[in-house]
């Protein structure tokens, strides 16, 4: 017999035990109103040799850090510096749009976007903005 749990805003937690231990944790929290645009960047160094690459995690979160699942806003990614954009990525099969652009919407409050460095050395500038939310930045530094 399957029962249905009402919803109810708060912090749902796991604790993984081990003999009366606890050893792992894990929590999801309701989240608040979309605020703002993170950027979670893999590396913050590159080669400047026309192929190192960047993967570019952006999340879109309320004012205390937690991931809005159902945000959607579409963002404009702009850089500046020695490195490009080779496209924006959300995970979203219905979607027709490619990102190559650097304007994607995000689906399920997140997504990827893609950097390669040039041939210069120097420091790169990647901003992220979408209608309503505060921005987000992130410096990429490409080394020879």
């Known amino acids: ?78 850089v500046d510096g020695p490195a490009r954009l080779l496209g924006v990525e959300n995970g979203d099969l219905n979607s027709p749009a490619t990102g190559k652009d650097g304007v994607r919407k995000a689906h399920h409050g997140g997504g990827l976007a893609i950097l390669q460095s040039t041939g210069e050395p120097g420091k790169a500038r990647v901003t992220a903005r979408a209608e309503g939310l505060e921005a987000a930045t992130v410096e990429i530094e490409t080394k020879p």
């Open 1 to 78: 017999m399957s029962r249905q749990v009402p919803f109810e805003p708060g912090v749902l937690k796991a604790v993984g035990l081990e003999h009366g231990n606890a050893e792992c944790e894990f929590a999801l929290r309701t989240p608040g109103p979309a605020q703002r645009i993170e950027l979670l960047p893999d590396t913050r160094e590159l080669r400047a040799d026309d192929r190192d690459m960047c993967h570019l995690e952006f999340c879109i979160v309320d004012a205390q850090g937690v991931r809005v699942p159902d945000a959607t806003p579409e963002l404009t990614f702009t």
